[in-house]
């Protein structure tokens, strides 16, 4: 089983929607999660970092995480052409520092 | 502020050669890791450096790899006698020396894309 598992997509949402990108991890001692954005070709860009159960909002982002579901998403409010990437979720490993990562799920905004 | 530096952007090599990877981390940030990304896969973990502390290689796949932290700073990946799998892009990322209970974000560099002929 993948430690960080997340729907490759695409994921096709229009213009001023809202996009729910989601994972699961099978590791109970992660305690900290991110989700990343990277465009294709660049590198990851960190966008939220959360460690408690609940929601945590940064502008039109939104991280979800469920400790006892072992679940995390990302919600994007009205969604622009430019967030269009693929969107990698992450959790701390049980070395407790070196991050595992899912495979990332392709995000496409239609104008 | 400078972000995660790393040197080169990209790398072509002929089979067989050693190649050596740069990275130079966000200012004050103490914990640098090493990550690959091969086409279509995730994130792979290789190395861990946090300060004075002996690095975590328990990700580097095989002897052929190895890395360095000079002075605390800039670190090198060394690839021995590269193999066409060596191909990806590797990625150098620091933090903040991380809390117990909570790891502090990491932030990445641009990339080496490393291509073998």
């Known amino acids: 089983q993948k430690e960080v598992e997340q729907n490759s997509g695409p994921l096709s949402v229009p213009e001023g929607a809202i996009a729910s990108l989601n994972c699961t991890y099978s590791d109970r001692v992660s305690q900290s999660f991110f989700w990343y954005r990277q465009y294709s070709g660049k590198s990851p860009e960190l966008i939220m970092s959360i460690y408690s159960n609940g929601d945590k909002e940064d502008g039109r982002f939104t991280a979800q995480l469920n400790k006892a579901s072992q679940y995390v998403s990302l919600l994007i409010r009205d969604s622009q052409p430019s967030d269009s990437a693929t969107y990698l979720c992450?959790?701390?490993?049980?070395?407790?520092?070196?991050?595992?990562f899912g495979k990332g799920t392709s995000l496409l905004v239609t104008p | 502020g400078a972000g995660v530096s790393q040197s080169p952007s990209n790398k072509v090599t002929e089979k067989g050669k050693d190649v050596e990877l740069r990275c130079d981390p966000i200012?004050?940030?103490?914990?640098l890791y090493w990550y690959r990304q091969s086409l279509g896969q995730g994130l792979e973990f290789l190395i861990y450096?946090?300060?004075?502390?002996?690095?975590?290689k328990s990700g580097l796949p095989s002897d052929r790899f190895s890395a360095e932290r000079t002075g605390g700073s800039v670190s090198t990946l060394t690839i021995q006698r590269t193999q066409q799998e060596d191909s990806a892009v590797y990625l150098c990322a620091s933090s903040l020396v991380s809390g117990t209970g909570s790891n502090q974000p990491q932030h990445f560099g641009d990339g080496t894309r490393l291509s073998i002929l």
């Open positions: 200012s004050g940030h103490t914990a």
């Open positions: 450096f946090q300060g004075n502390s002996a690095p975590d």
């Open positions: 992450a959790a701390n490993s049980n070395s407790g520092y070196a991050l595992n």
